[in-house]
């Protein structure tokens, strides 16, 4: 619990020459804030980012049911979590805005550790 929030810490970078600090929660000075989400990895094509989408469920009064709505979030992913593939359950935590559209990090993979 070394970030304020109940996820295990991952081991140290093999590199630490070589790692960003700038960017990572656990070993740097990247502070996490705000809400912690779940969500399902549905694309790792960039570069150190992921796409985490998570479904949920709105209700729509003048049809008294609910209807089924995604939001797609942009997330850093920190140097000691790359291991993540498409299909992976991950937790997610806001954090300070890290570029245009990133604004949340990885924090724990829930789909089990590889």
Partial sequence: MAIGIDVPTPPEPDN??????EKCPFHGQLSVRGQTR?????????????????????????????????????????GVL????????VTIAETRPL?????????ENLSGDR
């Fill in 38 to 78: 779940e969500g399902t990895v549905v694309s790792t094509d960039m570069e150190k980012t992921v796409i985490v989408e998570r479904e949920y469920d709105v209700f729509v009064p003048k049809y008294d049911r609910y209807m089924k709505r995604r939001s797609r979030i942009p997330a850093h992913v920190p």
């Fill in 99 to 107: 570029s245009k559209t990133k604004s949340h990090v990885v924090v």
């Fill in 82 to 89: 790359d291991s993540l593939e498409v299909g992976d359950e």
């Fill in 16 to 21: 630490p020459e070589d790692y960003d600090y």
